[in-house]
């Protein structure tokens, strides 16, 4: 079992930045892709972002290229969001997601293990 919880949510105007962290802990996640999805009210969840446990090619949604940045820190089993120039558009609760497997995906019914979330609210 992997366990992932979230933390950094918060309610910031229009154009300000926020830092999501998601600790990781449980089995080894070395082979894992992780993400980000999140999902605002009456819509669905959407990707937002992933990255290898161990590799560097990071993965965007089209909405937050330029102003969301993955990263992981292996040392402390912590994966990061950046989030910056956000927007009222952003607000939703922002999960991270574990999914074992060969080929990043972002199909949220694919990943094997969420957080609980955590709540991101921009205001105009």
């Known amino acids: 079992q992997v366990q992932l919880v979230e933390s950094g949510g918060g309610s910031v105007q229009a154009g300000g930045s926020l830092n999501l962290s998601c600790l990781v802990s449980g089995r080894a996640v070395g082979t894992y892709f992780m993400a980000w999805f999140r999902q605002a009210p009456g819509k669905e969840r959407e990707f937002v972002a992933g990255i290898w446990w161990i590799g560097s090619d990071p993965y965007y949604a089209d909405s937050v290229k330029e102003r969301f940045t993955i990263s992981r820190d292996n040392a402390k089993n912590t994966l990061y969001l950046q989030m910056n120039s956000l927007q009222p558009k952003d607000t939703a609760v922002y999960y991270c997601?574990?999914?074992?497997?060969?080929?990043?995906?972002?199909?949220?019914?694919?990943?094997?293990?969420w957080g609980q979330g955590t709540q991101v609210t921009v205001s105009s």
């Open positions: 997601a574990a999914d074992r497997t060969t080929l990043p995906r972002t199909s949220s019914g694919q990943y094997d293990y």
